[in-house]
């Protein structure tokens, strides 16, 4: 066990500097002169001797594998470089606006578990009937609309014909829920139907009806039935962590909240090339650790998985 | 028995997320209190509004940017949030004149070539910093060290000295009559004066310790990406603001901004071209008439730029034609929706020097038509599009797709093109590859708007003469290009007044006959406010806000 995981963490480290020397020459490829815009989005006639200095201050001027070099070795020291735009250090951007977003990502969460948990076990216990129906039906229209869309409409609702919520920002503890809703919103169908449908499935095994001959208690019976079908879930709600985290973009807009989001994607407006490096390698550091976590958890939970591992280790 | 203990499990799951969720929430304890107690409550339940006006009379300001690092003498903030706390030593007016700011009053020499300045006595910055001429040479010199970042503006290189004649007394030596020097003095950045106390070594190049300037309001907190409290300046040298603060809300998605105005968190929205409100928005608020809004007088010029250097566009023929085709009054109608006034030529007749004779070209297809047919262009039965030498004539604008207004007008642009045989194609691009093609000079047809009053013309025309720009990218297929460049820089020098005159006449008169620019309007500044705000107006230049006459009233 705790060798697989050692392995796992051992594995980690030639695919992060795989994805980081991705994220190097793919932001690399981009059109524009970085030297360019960094002189642009500070307003600075970019004449060509403006260019070269440029280029020089930002080591531009190296040979690509040096430069690629130099930014690893800032990285591993946790300096991500300086923004081009205007000039803060990276790693302070991202410690200023990642809280936002994990506290934004991390109430959404919440909302998504105790949402489609109660949801799904209560669709699967009355099972096709005209509530489980409409429920169904609700969340899949929930999920289908676009979140900036959907995020109006319940700015619309909520926070100016109801006065419940402020609009948008990030002003006291009730400014999270709007947009903390808006962002469970495409995940909540996916979690009900699947915990419902793994809860269906799960009730006409024939453990159940073990269970039962034995003269077990219901709740018993439930306990094992949501216990056995909540494994799936599990794995899937593991990998939307990352998804949560990396996908707030359009609502963090919507709501003006000062989260990461938003730091990348004005960051790709202007090209600023620090800043998307070091988002994505973030990001990606997030989805690769959230998945082994997630195998770990698997391992705890099931012993088949467990015992094939260790066969084959 | 069994729903029972659903029942409980789901209350422990809820309260499982709760947990989660004050959790997530705690770290905010601590920035809360530093919030001002009435904002909370404003935040809140449905008395929100009406607790708001009695508590404070606070302006809240929705803008779609942070107001960023606002260092007077750099350009990387927002130039309204610049405007409100530093000075310049005079500021134009609405009808173009010099008005005394933080020089009381100046004397120009007969060669034009020094400017005495006589500084306003007992000014202080708001860090307590006494304003002098020591301070003034001081801001100056961090200026001109840091020359390069200010290549758009030929004063810069225009100094020959400052110096300090008496503790308010400030002269500026120039290397030649470069006529514009107050106008540019006067503008929202670089010259604007900041507390010697807040000098990095002696420069401000590499940033600023702070941001005292001597402004009506004082910028008291900063939360980036979320808000920027401005604090009236209550030790101000003028006539004080008439509210106590105002609050700078980002708000990145202008819907959210109208939602907000609606619940009556914000009090104002206020910008240039559809930077912070499209037109159609500012026509829906103005029908329903639970706003105030308002419109300036035209500011800035917006045209279509010919690129000269192309192969069909670099025929004046085919220019001239296009002239013809746009049927300009359908645009402003149509897309506008009658906000602004359709423009004959690219520069209003009331701007400075641009009261020159040209004929107004106004639609014509027909007239249109005989000018391409004339060019070669022959008209094919088949697709209705004209061809020369079996070449299609197709040509392609470009437009930065975030501003809709652009897109709109570009289809009105293709609708009229195809009226007389012209193919348009529109590509939309994000900002930086759209920049990235204006220096390039690969396109045919692009935006072009000018910065609007007191820029225009002298900075605008300036502009076209820097390689980086669209503009000059457009010109230089013109066969005097370089007599233009030229002409332009003679005349900024010129310290004859008629001679100035007569050069502006003859680059416009040329531009004009070239057909470079179609011109199509001259935009105006909107600004949508709740009804009980009072005293919104508009400065000469369209990035400034006059935050310091407004006021509440019931």
Redesign the interface.
């Known amino acids: 066990m705790i060798r697989f995981i050692a392995k796992r963490l051992l594995l980690l480290i030639p695919m992060l500097f795989a994805v980081s020397f991705l994220t190097f020459v793919l932001v690399n490829l981009g059109g524009s002169d970085p030297a360019e815009v960094a002189l642009r989005v500070n307003e600075i006639t970019p004449t060509e001797e403006a260019v070269a200095s440029m280029r020089e201050q930002l080591g531009l001027d190296q040979p690509f594998l040096r430069q690629y070099g130099d930014w690893m070795l800032g990285c591993l020291h946790g300096d991500f470089g300086n923004s081009y735009v205007d000039n803060e250090p990276v790693a302070a951007a991202v410690a200023r606006t990642l809280p936002n977003t994990l506290r934004l990502a991390g109430v959404s969460l919440a909302v998504i578990l105790v949402f489609s948990v109660t949801a799904g076990v209560l669709c699967a216990k009355y099972e096709d009937s005209v509530g489980d129906r409409l429920v169904r039906a609700f969340i899949f229209l929930g999920t289908a609309m676009p979140a900036f869309w959907a995020g109006l409409l319940l700015m619309w609702l909520f926070a100016v014909k109801l006065a419940l919520f402020p609009t948008s920002g990030m002003e006291g503890a009730s400014s999270v829920v709007l947009p903390a809703v808006t962002l469970s919103l495409g995940y909540l169908s996916t979690y009900t139907r699947l915990i419902r449908g793994n809860m269906c499935r799960n009730s006409r095994e024939s453990y159940v009806v073990y269970l039962r001959a034995r003269g077990m208690r219901e709740r018993t019976v439930m306990r094992h039935i949501f216990k056995n079908s909540i494994q799936t879930s599990l794995t899937a709600l593991g990998m939307s962590i990352p998804k949560l985290i990396a996908g707030t973009v359009v609502v963090e807009n919507i709501f003006a909240w000062p989260g990461i989001g938003r730091l990348c994607v004005t960051a790709i407006f202007n090209r600023d090339y620090p800043v998307i490096q070091a988002y994505v390698l973030l990001m990606a550091v997030l989805f690769v650790v959230c998945n082994t976590l997630v195998d770990a958890v698997c391992m705890v939970l099931d012993p088949r998985i467990r015992r094939e591992q260790e066969a084959q280790g | 028995?069994?729903q029972i203990?659903?029942k409980k499990?789901?209350a422990g799951?809820?309260a499982?997320?709760?947990l989660?969720?004050?959790?997530?929430?705690g770290?905010?304890g601590a920035s809360?209190n530093t919030?001002p107690a009435e904002?909370?409550s404003s935040?809140?339940?449905?008395t929100?509004e009406v607790e708001k006006k009695e508590d404070t009379d606070e302006i809240v300001f929705a803008s779609t940017k942070d107001i960023?690092?606002i260092n007077p003498h750099?350009?990387?903030g927002e130039m309204a949030a610049q405007n409100m706390v530093f000075e310049s030593l005079v500021v134009t007016d609405t009808d173009g004149e010099i008005q005394p700011c933080l020089a009381e009053s100046w004397e120009i020499s007969d060669d034009q070539l020094t400017y005495t300045f006589h500084l306003r006595q007992g000014v202080t910055f708001h860090d307590g910093e006494p304003f002098n001429a020591e301070a003034v040479k001081m801001n100056f010199d961090a200026i001109i060290s840091n020359r390069?970042?200010h290549?758009?503006m030929d004063m810069v290189n225009e100094i020959d000295e400052t110096l300090v004649q008496d503790e308010y007394t400030f002269v500026l030596k120039m290397k030649h009559p470069y006529y514009p020097t107050l106008t540019e003095l006067s503008v929202t950045r670089p010259f604007r004066m900041i507390s010697p106390k807040c000098f990095i070594d002696g420069e401000t190049k590499n940033?600023v310790s702070g941001y005292a300037g001597t402004g009506p309001w004082i910028l008291s907190e900063h939360?980036?990406?979320?808000?920027a409290l401005f604090a009236r300046n209550e030790a101000y040298w003028g006539e004080a603001a008439k509210v106590s603060a105002v609050r700078w809300?980002?708000?990145?998605?202008t819907?959210?901004m109208l939602?907000?105005l609606?619940?009556g968190?914000i009090d104002l929205i206020f910008g240039a071209d559809g930077d912070q409100i499209d037109l159609n928005s500012f026509q829906k608020l103005q029908e329903e008439g639970k706003y105030a809004t308002e419109l300036s007088d035209p500011v800035a010029s917006r045209a279509i730029l010919l690129n000269c250097h192309q192969e069909i566009t670099g025929d004046l023929k085919v220019r001239e034609a296009l002239q013809y085709a746009v049927d300009k009054e359908s645009i402003v109608e149509g897309i506008l929706n009658g906000s602004e006034s359709a423009a004959d030529t690219l520069m209003p007749e009331n701007a400075p020097y641009c009261d020159v004779e040209l004929e107004a070209r106004t639609y014509d297809p027909e007239k249109a038509g005989e000018l391409l047919e004339e060019a070669g262009w022959e008209l094919s039965e088949k697709d209705g599009i004209r061809y020369k030498d079996g070449d299609p004539c197709e040509m392609t604008i470009y437009l930065n797709s975030d501003n809709a207004q652009e897109q709109a007008i570009s289809e009105y642009l293709q609708a009229d093109f195809q009226n007389v045989g012209v193919k348009l194609n529109i590509v939309g691009e994000?900002?930086?590859?759209y920049?990235?093609r204006q220096?390039s000079g690969d396109f045919d047809l692009m935006y072009s708007l000018s910065w609007g009053t007191p820029y225009d013309p002298q900075s605008y025309v300036s502009s076209w003469r820097?390689p980086?720009h669209g503009d000059y990218q457009a010109q230089v297929g013109l066969e005097k290009k370089e007599w233009l460049d030229e002409t332009i820089t003679a005349l900024m020098i010129e310290g004859d007044e008629e001679k100035r005159a007569q050069s502006y006449a003859q680059i416009l008169t040329y531009i004009h006959e070239q057909c470079v620019y179609i011109p199509l309007s001259y935009s105006r500044t909107k600004a949508v406010h709740v009804p009980s705000l009072k005293g919104v107006t508009f400065n000469a230049s369209q990035y400034e806000i006059p935050f310091e006459k407004m006021y509440f009233e019931e």
């Not at chain 2, 989660?20 to 929430?25: H, I, R, V």
């Not at chain 2, 935040?43 to 449905?46: D, S, V």
Request: proline share 2%.
């Open positions: 028995m069994y203990k659903i499990a789901a799951i809820l499982a997320a709760l989660l969720a004050a959790a997530g929430c770290n905010d809360e919030q904002f909370q935040t809140q339940g449905n929100a960023r690092d750099l350009y990387s390069e970042r290549a758009w940033g939360e980036k990406d979320q808000y809300k980002v708000m990145p998605d819907q959210t939602l907000a609606e619940k968190e994000e900002k930086q590859s920049l990235d220096k820097i980086a």
